[in-house]
């Protein structure tokens, strides 16, 4: 039996068609019958692997991002990866794990894409579908925007996400997966964080694996994205300082994060290489 705890009066529970959940009242008399909605307004596909897709669709109320989960990994649906299937059957609703992780980073003062809808449904033979439904956070992904920065910038750019990545760590939040595509700046320049199924509340303070992990994320995706070395090292430079790192700790650890990094670029390079012979 699923039970769910309602956080504030604008979340509702969602029964219908065997789906079950939550809904974002100011959402719920539009999707208050979510497969014939989905079925009228197939809208845009984003992103489409086996394990998740994600359609943008435009409606009156603003436009939203509907993303379904079907398992933890693509490996996991042909077969290749028992564990991660099993995990898909028996853990709760990821689509549930989003919605409360949203909520709580909202409730603690950053920014990230409002949830509208937060359902999971299982088959006949129990395997679940997950929904997670998000507005439009009217702002540009960072891997969009870099290109476009002036040298100034990058130089903001790089200390803002030194500064938020560290401050969302005191809080006790670690993103599940923290790369370019997943970070957006709006137009007060906002760090907001997409992608939140797999973020996670810690308690205050995140494990220092967890954080240098976050760290690493961040380091290699701006390294692919365009961002020079210097570009990395100045954010982790502000992050360590307002981690409070000690000097040395600063010197370790920032080391070891940028030899991991240039690792990665070589094998994602000779990689490359093989590909085109």
């Known amino acids: 039996m699923y ?7 604008s979340e509702l529970p969602y029964c219908k068609n065997g789906w079950r959940g939550l809904v ?8 208050s019958d979510y497969e014939a909605w989905q079925r009228e307004n197939p809208g845009e596909i984003v992103v489409a692997y086996r394990s998740r897709q994600v359609r943008r669709v ?5 436009r939203l991002y509907v993303k379904k989960i079907l398992a933890l990994t693509d490996a996991s649906m042909s077969g290749r990866a028992p564990i991660s299937f099993l995990k898909w059957v028996l853990r709760p609703s990821r689509a549930l794990a989003a ?35 998000t507005e439009d956070v009217q702002a540009k992904a960072l891997d969009e925007l870099f290109a476009n920065m002036n040298v100034g910038e990058k130089t903001q750019l790089a200390d803002l996400l030194g500064t938020e990545l560290a401050r969302l760590h005191q809080a006790g939040f670690v993103h599940g997966d923290c790369i ?13 964080y997409l992608d939140n199924d797999r973020s996670k509340k810690t308690g205050l303070g995140v494990p220092f694996a967890r954080s240098l992990r976050n760290l690493a994320q961040l380091g290699y995706s701006a390294r692919r994205t365009g961002a020079d070395a210097e ?12 981690a409070n790192w000690t000097q040395q700790q600063q010197k370790n650890r920032i080391e070891k994060l940028e030899a991991g990094i240039e690792k990665r670029l070589e094998l994602r390079r000779l990689a490359d290489l093989r590909k085109q012979n």
């Open 58 to 62: 435009e409606t009156e109320l603003g």
């Open 99 to 133: 919605w409360r992780i949203s909520q709580q980073l909202l409730q603690s003062g950053f920014h990230c894409a409002r949830p509208v809808l937060a359902i999971r449904k299982r088959n006949a033979l129990g395997y679940p579908h997950d929904v997670f439904i």
């Open 3 to 9: 039970e769910f705890k309602l956080n504030k009066q």
């Open 180 to 192: 370019m595509r997943n970070l957006c700046l709006d137009k007060d320049n906002n760090l907001i």
């Open 231 to 242: 570009f990395v090292r100045l954010m982790y430079n502000t992050y360590a300082e307002v």
């Open 24 to 31: 974002a009242e100011r959402w719920s008399e539009l999707l």
